[in-house]
């Protein structure tokens, strides 16, 4: 055998005592008759041989590989995908954590920030989390109207929920998030009280938001902005999913229909110029997920394993 070969076998051995049988450095040396300093160098060499290969056995290490997959197949700027837990319930906590604590890196930044939020139950979760933080240099705006049908305040709008939690000043839109006609709606946003609040929106530097689905039980029908023929219409026409009250279809396009014109949140584009970053899971968010993923109304997404693992699917 040449003294190369040998080498790099005195490596492996070493290389396998030290992450196989967990052995420390003073073990091996002596079960291989050399040097602790020798013995460091043969782990060390077969380290830089590509010899060892580490795997890590837990739930996170999946979540990582599908972090890495969503974003080279939809070309996402921003992702995290956390473990499913043992419900579709539970795993949406796991998430709405997950979206706090990237909400608070951008509160956390030195340079001045203008955040927009949308609304959802995972996103106002998500708040609800957060700690309180001093972060006067930023603006927070709602991306939606803060208005529910009966005049009352928008119970997942989450605007509200984080003016609680930080010094940051705060926008609201005080309007029903889908007005009673597109003619109201242009009469609404033509207020100048609002002009600031809009140009805001309108230059957000990231925006959270959540994803509603449109074939199972729509939060749009549920909290009553649009009623269930409203929904079987859209549906009809290929409806899918929402973002900030838009109604999309599988190709992530907007559905021509007299319930987007009448929708007062700020405007949804494709491939949007700054981070837009959606907090979504589960099996009835599936298809509106991967449609606005794949019409590019999405550039960032947070969501759970199981969510992960069919979006990543081909």
């Not at 196989?20 to 300093?37: N, W």
């Not at 709602?142 to 997942?156: E, F, H, M, R, V």
């Not at 600031?196 to 749009?220: H, I, K, S, Y």
């Not at 838009?246 to 014109?261: A, C, H, P, T």
Request: charge should be negative; aromatic fraction near 4%.
């Amino acid at each position: 055998m040449k003294s190369a070969d040998r080498k790099l076998d005195d490596a492996a051995r070493a290389a396998w005592l030290a992450y196989v049988a967990g052995m420390k450095q003073d073990e091996i040396a002596i079960l291989m008759g050399i040097s602790r300093q020798s013995a460091q160098r043969l782990v060390a060499q077969a380290m830089s041989a590509g010899l060892v290969k580490t795997r890590i056995d837990h739930p996170i290490a999946e979540c990582m590989e599908l972090t890495h997959a969503l974003k080279d197949r939809y070309g996402l700027s921003h992702c995290e995908v956390v473990p499913s837990l043992g419900s579709v319930q539970a795993s949406g906590q796991a998430v709405a954590l997950a979206t706090g604590v990237m909400i608070e890196n951008w509160l956390g930044l030195e340079a001045p920030q203008v955040i927009g939020l949308g609304t959802g139950r995972t996103l106002r979760s998500a708040i609800e989390h957060m700690p309180h933080l001093s972060c006067a240099q930023h603006k927070i705006v709602s991306l939606t109207g803060n208005i529910a049908p009966d005049g009352s305040t928008a119970y997942y709008n989450v605007l509200f929920t984080i003016t609680e939690k930080v010094s940051a000043q705060t926008y609201p839109m005080p309007l029903p998030v889908i007005a009673a006609s597109a003619e109201e709606r242009l009469a609404l946003l033509g207020q100048a009280t609002l002009a600031n609040t809009r140009a805001l929106a309108e230059r957000t530097d990231v925006r959270f938001v959540g994803v509603g689905p449109m074939l199972e039980t729509p939060p749009l029908v549920v909290d009553g902005f649009i009623t269930a023929e409203d929904q079987k219409r859209l549906v009809d026409k290929g409806a899918v999913g929402e973002i900030v009250g838009f109604v999309f279809d599988r190709d992530g396009q907007l559905i021509s229909d007299e319930i987007n014109d009448r929708v007062s949140s700020a405007a949804l584009r494709p491939a949007p110029d700054g981070p837009t970053i959606a907090a979504a899971h589960g099996p009835d968010k599936l298809a509106a997920i991967r449609a606005a993923l794949a019409g590019d109304l999405l550039n960032g997404l947070v969501t759970d394993a199981d969510t992960a693992r069919a979006l990543a699917a081909r």
